[in-house]
């Protein structure tokens, strides 16, 4: 007997240890560790902290709430009518007039005139885009048995995946999602460690306006739409949504499909959702159609191109992942000292302040950066929110920001190797062609294209009030036209240059062929003028003459156009003209502190508590070859850097300043970031660096538009550029190495970005003494390289006077250069 006994406690230590070790392996098994991704032991409350999942339309934001789930469905073209596209204000028979007012001083008597008209037109005050909404939610019910234990949720950057585990007294639990850029739907995969013991409950219900952030999300929901219907048949859950507002032309209405994929178990439907008892797994497939005449139902449609999809998780993830990754992993950035990548979002954000900046946060934000863009472009271009929106009233409408927010978003596309991410930019624009043609005839009678300010489903400009003058903005396509000269420098596509960015360039430049007259100077006068959202000090009103941004927009231009003419040997004519223009432009002018003044004129004065940082555009992207000799007009610029750099670290101590929120705007930051880079302030870059890596982020590393407040994206396509510009900038020409990074910042090493001349910087290493790079082109490339001290040796050998480099078509160049 006692025999028996012992053999029974040998058998149920065993047991006991077996069963302890199948826990633990499943629990390590579904407990994933993204490489490059991040993963969090708090599930979010609100749809701002969601794990973000996108393909560059369909969007998806998880909770990660064990037991009552909640996934917020959007897609960045699915835009509520709000107000119905008008023509242009017709300004131009009334140009003379406002041009006089302001040459009075008179500018809101300026402002006012295109008011007056407007009103005559039909506006009925400013008008703002149709903005992104919420489609539904995937609401999830799992059972409880016990306490949670094991939580953990975490998006993996290089897949695109997000999951949400944990466990109970019965088993543990996976829940995984992606939105396939293959196949364009949500994927969504439910199972436990146990076979037979996944239980949920589903339906498809609108996203509640209470619970959303925003502009009036309740009223926008109230009066937006008509009616919301959701339903469920067999597996199949549905979601209709009918806005009140529609014109010829405009959407309608939107209908949502799951399918339902039940292995094991049995599955129900009872109230309008599905009820799956003891499945092995489940899988959920969800689509979004946009509707411009819902009476012609397509839920018929969608539900049979869902029954063709092979209802496989890992199939689909391979065809999505494949098609993500080769992007996504072109750029990788090791920052030394970056031990602490691996913990969770939480303990990183912890030991990470302002002044001690944790390299593996700078290295976290990096790469979720990348990722936040990546999975906002594909058919679409980020939106202010990416693809993705929780609120029927998004800030700022969620539109297409055109002076400065959208700029900064697709800033790192081409530099992080992404310039795939720039073509739905390209294409929008150039679809809406007519409309700013139309903009720069009926606002000034010019030939030409003009932007609006901002844009959603279309480019003609609606937006604009009597405070807010944005009619007067002239400068939106000459910004434009930098990405589009970009993209060429960076790519050599010579067929993008000849069919869409030099008759692109062309038809902006015409627009000031046609704009610009002479003032009583002799030099040619920018009125109206308009410096973003900017008030100068002795004056009530926005609209203003001779705004420097304006300046700097249409010399850069020009100096394109010039280059690329030569370059093509055309336009002769064209050229000399330009080359007038320029001659004729206003000077920029210097104030009594030594600064560049926001506007050229000695009518209006600074107003230097102003957060944007319009009038120094000329030096976001470099310093411009006519300004490099300049030694004063450059020390001007970095004067007013400064005054900005101050008002900003007033804000860095936590000052309200002009009554605005300490922080407010991640772009303008941002772009003070690209102007100190341009200046080779390397302390200045690493200043503005750290505050905005460690105050800009959810611990789901969505990016915000003011300190850890308002779900938006610029920073995302910002920051990474910002890093990139400190480490190497380059030119025609020439490649300037660490031009721009602080001695305070770690050592480390960035694979594959991209430099202009096509030519893809395969690695740079790099610690205070020494440079290791490898360089590859496709073409033979002979450029200069510079660093920031005094080169002793390249490839082991000593080195005077300048450093030219050969680069051979199609091979590896490598660098060892040790520094003096």
């Known amino acids: 007997m006692k025999k028996i006994k012992s053999i029974f406690r040998l058998f149920t230590f065993l047991l006991v240890i077996l069963l302890s070790n199948i826990v633990a392996i499943s629990q390590s098994f579904l407990l994933p560790k993204p490489e490059r991704g991040f993963y969090s032991t708090k599930p979010a409350t609100t749809w701002e902290n969601g794990l973000a999942s996108g393909n560059g339309k369909l969007g998806a934001l998880v909770f990660g709430q064990p037991i009552d789930e909640t996934i917020v469905v959007s897609s960045s073209d699915l835009l509520m009518p709000l107000n119905k596209p008008l023509n242009p204000v017709n ?7 406002i ?9 809101q008597k300026a402002a006012d005139l295109v008011i007056n008209i407007s009103k005559n037109e039909g506006y009925g005050g400013k008008r703002w885009t149709d903005p992104p909404i919420p489609a539904f939610n995937i609401k999830l019910e799992m059972p409880a048995n016990g306490a949670i234990a094991h939580y953990q949720r975490s998006v993996d950057f290089s897949t695109g995946v997000t999951t949400v585990n944990w466990s109970d007294d019965n088993s543990a639990y996976e829940r995984k999602l992606f939105v396939s850029r ?7 995969s439910i199972r436990s460690s146990n076979k037979g013991k996944t239980n949920c409950t589903l339906k498809l219900a609108p996203q509640s306006p209470t619970k959303a952030n925003g502009w009036n999300p309740e009223g926008m929901y109230k009066d937006g739409f008509k009616s919301m219907k959701a339903d469920a048949e067999g597996n199949w859950l549905t979601f209709q949504g009918r806005f009140s507002r529609s014109w010829e032309g405009s959407l309608q209405g939107y209908e949502g499909v799951s399918r339902i ?26 689509r979004l159609n946009n509707s411009y005449n819902v009476e012609n139902n397509q839920l018929t449609v969608q539900k049979e191109a869902l029954t063709k999809v092979e209802p496989d998780f890992e199939s689909l993830l391979q065809r999505h992942s494949k098609l993500h990754k080769a992007i996504y992993n072109r750029v990788k950035l090791h920052l030394d000292g970056n031990e602490d990548y691996t913990t969770t979002s939480e303990e990183l954000m912890r030991k990470s302040a302002f002044g001690k900046l944790n390299p593996a946060l700078l290295q976290k934000v990096f790469d979720a950066a990348r990722y936040n863009i990546l999975s906002s472009s594909g058919e679409q271009f980020p939106l202010l929110q990416g693809v993705w929106t929780g609120t029927y009233g998004p800030w700022w409408s969620g539109s297409y920001t055109l002076n400065g927010n959208v700029q900064v978003a697709m800033a790192a596309n081409l530099s992080s190797n992404m310039a795939e991410c720039m073509m739905p930019y390209f294409d ?12 720069a005839q009926r606002l000034y009678g010019c030939r030409g294209i003009c932007f609006p300010s901002v844009a959603s489903n279309h ?13 007067f903005w002239t400068a939106g396509a000459g910004w434009a036209s930098h990405f589009y000269y970009d993209y060429w420098l960076y790519t050599g596509n010579r067929e993008f240059l000849l069919r869409r960015a030099y008759p692109f360039m062309k038809e902006n430049a015409l627009f000031y062929e046609d704009f610009l007259k002479k003032g009583t100077d002799g030099k040619l006068l920018f009125s109206p003028s308009y410096s973003p959202e900017n008030t100068p000090s002795n004056s009530t009103s926005q609209a203003c003459i001779n705004a420097s941004m304006d300046i700097g927009v249409a010399r850069e231009l020009l100096n394109n156009c010039i280059k690329v003419a030569n370059y093509l040997q055309t336009d002769t004519e064209k050229v000399r003209l330009w080359k007038q223009m320029l001659a004729d432009m206003p000077p920029y002018q210097i104030n009594d502190k030594g600064a560049v003044k926001e506007w050229a004129t000695p009518l209006l004065t600074d107003n230097e508590t102003h957060r944007h940082c319009s009038h120094l555009y000329a030096l976001y992207y470099g310093i411009p070859d006519e300004m490099a000799n300049d030694t004063a007009l450059i020390g001007a610029f970095d004067k007013a850097l400064q005054v900005k750099l101050n008002l900003r670290r007033r804000e860095f101590r936590g000052e309200s300043v002009n009554g605005r929120p300490p922080g407010e705007m991640a772009f303008g930051i941002v772009l003070q970031a690209f102007i100190a880079a341009s200046l080779r302030k390397a302390d200045d870059c690493a200043e503005l660096l750290d505050w905005l890596a460690n105050q800009y982020w959810g611990t789901n590393y969505m990016s915000t538009h003011n300190p850890r407040n308002i779900f938006n994206t610029d920073l995302s396509g910002g920051l990474p550029e910002i890093l990139i510009r400190m480490l190497v900038h380059s030119r025609e020409g020439q490649i300037d190495l660490l031009p721009a990074w602080s001695q305070k910042m770690p050592n480390g090493k960035i694979e594959g970005v991209c430099l202009r001349d096509q030519i893809q910087m395969k690695e740079l290493r790099w610690n205070k003494k020494q440079i290791s790079v490898v360089f590859l082109s496709p073409k033979n490339t002979r450029v200069k390289i510079t660093t920031p001290s005094t080169i002793a040796t390249v490839n082991g050998k000593n080195v005077s006077g300048d450093l030219m480099v050969n680069i051979p078509k199609n091979k590896d160049t490598k660098l060892e250069i040790i520094l003096k």
């Not at 041009?99 to 500018?107: D, I, S, T, V």
């Not at 929008?428 to 903009?439: K, T």
């Open 91 to 97: 300004t131009a028979p009334y140009l003379s007039e």
């Open 99 to 107: 041009r006089n007012l302001l040459a009075n001083k008179e500018y």
């Open 182 to 188: 293959a196949d364009n739907l949500i994927a969504l």
């Open 261 to 286: 994929v039940v292995t094991g178990g049995e599955s129900r439907t009872v109230n309008g959702q599905v009820i799956v008892k003891n499945a092995d797994a489940v899988l959920v497939l969800t």
């Open 428 to 439: 929008f624009v150039e679809a809406h062609m007519d409309q700013l043609r139309l903009n």
């Open 459 to 471: 480019m003609l400009n609606n937006h604009f009030d009597n405070n807010w003058c944005m009619t």
